[in-house]
T-cell receptor, first 114, second 115 residues
Framework: GAVVSQHPSWVICKSGTSVKIECRSLDFQATTMFWYRQFPKQSLMLMATSNEGSKATYEQGVEKDKFLINHASLTLSTLTVTSAHPEDSSFYIC??????????FGSGTRLTVV | AQKITQTQPGMFVQEKEAVTLDCTYDTSDQSYGLFWYKQPSSGEMIFLIYQGSYDEQNATEGRYSLNFQKARKSANLVISASQLGDSAMYFCAMSGAGTASKLTFGTGTRLQVTL
């Protein structure tokens, strides 16, 4: 079946630094990638949608300069949290969709900013 | 805009019993999909079952079945013969038509299976 590999699984970074999260579709071409954020005991909130080779579309209230999304190839999308602050600590998870595939989720990344 | 409502923050069920998790939705789209996901404490999203808006039969996947009532806009998940490993968070979600359509999630139901 379709597999999306997400790395790292968890990361701790200092306030003010940047963190990059990668999602790779291993056995299919991800034409669309969705990035979600989930705070403890809450639901998944969509941050942005990206199509391969195009700029990402951000949801209302999500700072595009802070959460940089790159979807340069059909198998790789990255989310970079720039100048991270403690309030950015959260669980980030990607979901990829290909032409003939449903939504395949990565395993998620727990980000802690100290 | 699409909206998913899950009114049960938490549910308890005894092992080997069946349980129904409620989900209602709202959309103006004619074509849409309904999904259920399980999220254990590890955080991964495990796909359980899918129902298309034009599917006339209720979807079933092993112990999971989706009770789809289109006129009432409900898509309840039924888990039969509950197991301790079923304890997790369960999310109902919906999508519109097209591969670029996003998934909209409900607030989730935490299921606890007891002995």
């Amino acid at each position: 079946g379709a597999v999306v590999s997400q790395h790292p699984s968890w990361v701790i970074c200092k306030s003010g630094t940047s963190v990059k999260i990668e999602c790779r579709s291993l056995d299919f071409q991800a034409t669309t990638m969705f990035w979600y954020r989930q705070f403890p005991k809450q639901s998944l909130m969509l941050m942005a949608t990206s199509n391969e080779g195009s700029k990402a579309t951000y949801e209302q209230g999500v700072e595009k300069d802070k959460f940089l999304i790159n979807h340069a190839s059909l198998t790789l999308s990255t989310l970079t949290v720039t100048s991270a602050h403690p309030e950015d600590s959260s669980f980030y998870i990607c979901s990829a969709r290909g032409l003939y595939y449903g939504y395949t989720f990565g395993s998620g990344t727990r980000l802690t900013v100290v | 805009a699409q909206k998913i409502t899950q009114t049960q923050p938490g549910m308890f069920v005894q092992e080997k019993e069946a349980v129904t998790l409620d989900c209602t939705y709202d959309t103006s789209d004619q074509s849409y999909g309904l999904f259920w996901y399980k999220q254990p404490s590890s955080g991964e999203m495990i796909f359980l079952i899918y129902q298309g808006s034009y599917d006339e039969q209720n979807a079933t996947e092993g112990r999971y079945s989706l009770n789809f009532q289109k006129a009432r806009k409900s898509a309840n998940l039924v888990i039969s013969a509950s197991q301790l490993g079923d304890s997790a968070m369960y999310f109902c979600a919906m999508s519109g038509a097209g591969t670029a359509s996003k998934l909209t999630f409900g607030t989730g139901t935490r299921l606890q299976v007891t002995l």
